[in-house]
């Protein structure tokens, strides 16, 4: 009974194409948030949903689209892919938007090629 | 800008002996601190937190320090076990705002036998 589960774990995919990542969590969280570690290790955030309302969107290229069809999910959609979008992105949830003791997903690792 | 900052990509402790992992941020306005344990393949899973009303919090063998005129936070583990090898990642919040966590690097504590 996995807290906060992502799907794909790995996921390659060639330039240009669009892929989506999916993100579920059973903890009855109403917070959920979508960071990025890139190769140099730092967590960065690039969104918050709460209540599925965008509250944070930190400076993300337009090419990501987060979409949270409602409370317990929050995927999210790229379009035509990069180089640099390698990276392994994390989903997390917490409660009250205090995202203090967030839970994480797993990750997914995107290898762009 | 990084503004949280852990300028130990590394750390190896024997088992049994005191592991300290530090970490600094900039940011004056962070008011509540956490540390994450990161194995690899998994999210990070939340280990220990403290507010800056407090200056020490313990959990087990977990110990974390914060020194809020200097900037700076340890966490301290005693004694150390192998199962405590993970990248530990320091994290700081301003739970005033539409809060985020901004994340250190990461330090990777290898315990040996």
């Known amino acids: 009974d996995t807290a906060v589960s992502q799907t794909p774990k790995y996921l390659v995919t060639q330039m240009g194409n669009d892929k989506s990542i999916k993100c579920e969590q059973n903890l009855g969280h109403d917070t959920m948030y979508w960071y990025k570690q890139d190769s140099k290790k730092f967590l960065k955030i690039m969104f918050s949903?709460?209540?599925?309302?965008?509250?944070i969107n930190e400076t993300v290229p337009n090419r990501f689209s987060p979409k949270s069809p409602d409370k317990a999910h929050l995927n999210l959609h790229i379009n035509s892919l990069e180089l640099g979008d390698s990276a392994v992105y994390f989903c997390a949830s917490s409660q009250n938007g205090q995202d203090t003791e967030a839970f994480f997903g797993q990750g997914t690792r995107l290898t762009v090629v | 800008d990084q503004q949280v900052k852990q300028n130990s990509p590394s750390l190896s402790v024997q088992e049994g002996r005191i592991s300290i992992l530090n970490c600094d941020y900039t940011?004056?306005?962070?008011?509540?601190f956490l540390w994450y344990k990161k194995y690899p393949a998994e999210g990070p899973t939340f280990l220990i937190s403290?507010?800056?009303?407090?200056d020490k919090n313990e959990d087990g063998r977990f110990t974390v320090f914060l020194n809020k005129s200097a900037k700076h936070l340890s966490l301290h583990i005693v004694p150390s076990q192998p199962g405590d090898s993970a990248v530990y990642f320091c994290?700081?919040?301003?739970?005033?705002?539409?809060?985020?966590?901004?994340f250190g690097t990461g330090t990777r504590l290898q315990v040996t036998l």
């Open positions: 994290a700081a919040v301003n739970t005033g705002t539409a809060s985020k966590l901004t």
């Open positions: 949903y709460n209540n599925k309302e965008l509250i």
């Open positions: 940011n004056s306005m962070f008011d509540y």
């Open positions: 403290i507010s800056s009303i407090k």
